[in-house]
């Protein structure tokens, strides 16, 4: 576990690096514009995902490792906040990385008001990603069992089919050439697959675009 945390430091240094972000083709993928996001609340709001990245204002940034931009490192199975003290609680693609997510789920809960919001995305048809490592894969019925003992709003695709096509891609052309002639093919498949995200324009808005989405998201509340 040591050597995957440090793997996962070594990453987050290499995202704020010059090389690294002129280098980086643009994201292979395109949130769902009818995605359900959470209310505007008064309160302690917490950011679970953000790492040292930009967080929304006003939020709490919540991470593992306490790399720059992290306020408070946490286990997320085992929140270090009061019962019913958070009014609302963003968890962006990490209960994957979580060995236990029911338990992350249920510290959530404990730590939220009394009608206080989670909002989560999890990834469904997504490769492999161990930061440090990697656990679990939701659909639909999946997300809404994960979160039985709360309200639950709305489920939905956050990235669909093309972002889940053109992320296997990517990671397979790492599989076939290790090392640095795999990254240098990612990037230039990267620069030149990009803009076949647009598909995802259509294919969120069909009926069964959850069979192979990317990424989804749920909307809860607390009871």
Known sequence: MASQEQNMLARYRRRQGRLYRLLRPPAPLLHNSQERSLP????????IGGAGGLIPAGFVNVDMSA??????????QRFPFRDGSVAAIECDAVLEHVPDPAVAVTEMRRVL???????????FCHPFHGYPSDFNRWSDEGIRRLLKDFEILDVGVRTGAAAALLAFIL?????LLPGTAGRVAYVLLGWLLWPLRYMDLISNRTPRSEIMANHLYALARKR
């Open 171 to 175: 990671e397979y052309s790492k599989v």
């Open 67 to 76: 790399v720059p931009g992290v306020d408070i490192s946490a286990d997320l």
């Open 113 to 123: 008001k009394p009608g206080g919001y989670l909002h989560i995305v999890v990834p």
């Open 40 to 47: 505007w609340l008064e309160g302690v709001k917490l950011f």
